[in-house]
């Protein structure tokens, strides 16, 4: 069986993994170089949805809570960030239960896989590599890829591509409305999680499945392609 039978692009953060652990100690690692102590908790749900968004909105958001908000603060601090993320990148970090099955399961159903994150690209290499999968996955676009990030829909397309796909027969697995913007902007059906942070509610972006299990996943993207316009 061959690539025709579709590509399935994941994101990575929130979605294949549950790496809001790893990513809150950097952005406190950082609070506390500030003097500010920890600004952001592990055992919060809504912190977790927080990391889920980037390093960006957490340094934004424990600035905002710290009452020290300023955007030319989170801009000193992002490579500091970066560079504590790298440090420990696979402390607490795991793929969520059943990930790599359905990976497994979509590719011996003949469909291509592959990873479009906003994460740093060398960075979801390192994760990837640490966590021993990245030989599963046909393609790894990262932010700095290209020019532009998600939710430009120009490196989702790009992933497609490298897959040897076609959009007309693709789908995008993701977490946030980045994700669910990416999709839209490419105009191919998103799926979002919801045994992340923000739970059901993710519902409320109205996305093209909710994928709750990811045993479940195989037919629901078996489906998805049946209902894209025949090319
Ligand atoms: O790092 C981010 O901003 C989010 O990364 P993701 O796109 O893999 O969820
Ligand atoms: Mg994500």
Redesign the pocket.
């Known amino acids: 069986m061959g690539m025709g039978n579709g590509t399935v692009v994941f ?6 993994a549950d ?1 809001s652990g790893d ?1 809150l100690a950097a952005a406190n690692h950082c609070f506390r170089s500030m003097g500010l102590g920890d600004q952001l908790d592990a055992g919060v749900a809504a912190d977790r949805a927080v990391a ?6 957490m340094l934004t958001e424990g600035l905002r809570r710290a009452g020290r908000l300023d955007e030319d603060v989170v801009t000193q601090y992002f490579p500091r960030f970066i560079s504590a993320y790298g440090a420990a990148i696979d402390v607490h970090t795991v793929l969520y239960p059943g990930a790599m099955e359905a990976v497994a399961a979509l590719r011996a159903a003949g469909m291509a896989v592959g ?6 690209e060398g960075l ?1 290499q390192t994760l990837l590599e640490r966590l021993g999968v990245r030989g599963e996955f046909g393609a790894l676009i990262g ?1 700095d890829t290209l020019p532009v ?2 939710p430009h829909p120009q490196p989702l397309a790009e992933t497609v591509a490298r897959l040897g796909g076609r959009a007309e027969r693709a789908c995008l697995i ?3 409305i ?2 669910r913007d990416t999709a839209r902007a490419l105009g191919v059906p998103v799926v979002l999680v919801t045994f992340g942070p923000e739970g059901e509610a993710v519902s409320a972006l109205k996305p093209d499945a909710l994928l709750h299990d990811y045993a479940a996943l195989p037919d629901i993207v078996v489906r998805l392609f049946a209902e894209q316009v025949a090319p």
């Open positions: 994101d990575l953060d929130g979605t294949l790496t990513l889920f968004r980037g390093g960006r909105a990873i479009c994150t906003n994460k740093p979801a932010a990030r998600k993701g977490d946030t980045t994700d």
